[in-house]
Nanobody
Framework: EVQLVESGGGLVQAGGSLRLSCAAS????????IGWFRQAPGKEREGVSC????????YYADSVTGRFTVSRDTAQRTVFLQMDSLKPEDTGDYFC?????????WGQGTQVTVST
């Protein structure tokens, strides 16, 4: 059974940092790109970042470029999202999924709240 479990969210002040983790199981981790997505209150889910399966190339949405860093650890089967210089507009539920995302694999997400 494919599982992608997010963790690491929390409440942080603007300018602070959080490190999210996405623990993967039930599939060949090295075969898939993994993406991070977020959904702010009252808004649709949007892509935040993605890391490839092959050469580790990365993608970032314009809104997070220069502040977020995605990485993956094959041994731990985990993808990380380091979030620095957080802003109130980064508030939302954060999810990981394979990329392109599979609607069956959405997990519960982890909540990030950035206060002013």
């Amino acid at each position: 059974e494919v599982q992608l479990v997010e963790s690491g969210g929390g409440l942080v002040q603007a300018g602070g940092s959080l490190r999210l983790s996405c623990a993967a199981s039930g599939f060949t981790f090295d075969d898939y790109a993994i993406g991070w997505f977020r959904q702010a209150p009252g808004k649709e889910r949007e892509g935040v970042s993605c890391i490839s399966s092959s050469d580790g190339s990365t993608y970032y949405a314009d809104s997070v470029t220069g502040r977020f860093t995605v990485s993956r650890d094959t041994a731990q089967r985990t993808v990380f999202l380091q979030m620095d210089s957080l802003k109130p507009e980064d508030t939302g539920d954060y999810f990981c999924n394979i990329y392109p995302p599979n609607r069956v694999y959405w997990g519960q997400g982890t909540q990030v709240t950035v206060s002013t």
